[in-house]
């Protein structure tokens, strides 16, 4: 946090990063498979677009209706489902990642798919 009140050079990279990694949500598959490709290449890409991707879905499942109580049926809805799925994955790759020496393009590959999924069904 300090970094990046001290470093405003460091702020605009971050912004820019983070701005570059939310259009990656609605990107075609195609320009998903792209960014893996290059991006988990980088030392701490591929950690920080699943730390990116960690949070947006907490967020939106924070931000659910039905994660407030508002759904009475007792059902998860279909996309609220699909949230919990998604972070389990998230979370699990994370934990991968972190723990093994694995192959850091396909893991991103299935985590792009993933959300590519997720995506087309306007969960996240």
Same mark, same amino acid.
């Given at each position: 946090?300090f970094?990046?009140?001290?470093?405003?050079?460091?702020?605009r990279?971050?912004?820019?990063?983070?701005?570059? +990694?939310g !259009?990656?949500i /609605? *990107?075609?598959?195609g320009e998903?498979f =792209?960014?893996?490709?290059?991006?988990?290449? %980088?030392?701490?890409r591929?950690?920080?677009?699943?730390?990116? +991707?960690? !949070?947006?879905? /907490? *967020?939106a499942?924070?931000?659910?209706? =039905?994660?407030r109580?508002e759904?009475v049926? %007792?059902?998860?809805?279909?996309?609220?489902?699909?949230?919990?799925?998604?972070?389990k994955l998230?979370l699990?790759?994370?934990?991968?990642l =972190?723990s093994y020496?694995?192959?850091?393009?396909l893991?991103?590959?299935?985590?792009?798919f993933?959300l590519?999924?997720?995506?087309?069904k306007?969960?996240?």
């Amino acid at each position: 946090f300090f970094q990046l009140v001290r470093d405003m050079n460091f702020s605009r990279a971050a912004r820019d990063r983070f701005s570059r +990694l939310g !259009k990656l949500i /609605r *990107a075609d598959i195609g320009e998903k498979f =792209a960014f893996s490709e290059k991006e988990s290449r %980088g030392a701490g890409r591929l950690e920080e677009l699943l730390d990116f +991707l960690i !949070k947006k879905t /907490r *967020a939106a499942l924070i931000g659910s209706p =039905a994660s407030r109580g508002e759904n009475v049926s %007792g059902k998860l809805p279909a996309s609220l489902a699909d949230l919990v799925s998604f972070l389990k994955l998230l979370l699990y790759h994370n934990s991968v990642l =972190a723990s093994y020496a694995v192959n850091r393009r396909l893991l991103a590959d299935s985590v792009l798919f993933n959300l590519h999924l997720l995506s087309r069904k306007n969960a996240i």
